[in-house]
């Protein structure tokens, strides 16, 4: 399967999909898209009491980074990469995340650029403790209009088998 085609599978009510039916090595590009902006930047610092001034203060940016401008905060945009992905896979699905591994921002994201995302299933097992869950791992990207990647991480999560019926 390519492009995140879920052939025939009944999803959870909320849109996402049960253990069973990940396939490893399955892609998806994700639908929805966003362009980030300085009111994201500054209301997520300022909520998770980061205040960076490569994140909150255009002036400082403009006169002393190589930047010339704010950067997006990473985790901000670590959050919308996962969160992005959570429509099309794990909407209602997701018991709990189990961890984010290899998290990288190889290229800054700056205010005004439009973020796009996909995910790879890369791994999956059964609980060794609960027979109605699993473990996937998923490789979630994202890219700015550019191409360029901007964030990746490896995420580990704790999915819903399908109920008996």
């Known amino acids: ?14 849109g996402g999909i049960y253990f069973e039916d990940f ?12 362009t980030v902006t300085q009111m994201d930047n500054m209301l997520f610092s300022n909520m998770t009491m980061n205040p960076q001034p490569l994140h909150v ?8 980074t190589e930047w010339g401008q704010p950067l997006m905060n990473s985790l901000f ?7 992005i992905a959570v429509t099309d896979l794990s909407n209602g699905t997701t018991i ?5 591994t290899e998290t990288r921002f190889p290229n800054p994201l700056f205010e005004g650029d439009t973020v796009s ?3 790879d299933v890369i791994a999956k097992r059964e609980s060794k403790s609960r027979p109605d869950a699993g473990i996937v791992e998923f490789h979630h990207r994202a890219y700015k209009q550019d191409g360029k990647l901007v964030a990746e991480c490896k995420r580990q999560a704790f999915m819903k ?5």
């Open 23 to 34: 396939v490893v090595g399955a892609t998806w590009r994700h639908r929805l898209t966003r």
């Open 96 to 100: 709990a995340n189990l961890g984010m």
């Open 77 to 83: 945009t670590l959050g919308l990469m996962i969160g």
């Open 161 to 165: 088998r399908r109920p008996a019926a």
């Open 1 to 14: 399967m390519s492009e995140g085609q879920v052939a025939d599978v009944a999803r959870h009510w909320r």
């Open 117 to 119: 995302c996909t995910t």
């Open 57 to 64: 203060d255009r002036h400082f940016c403009e006169t002393e």
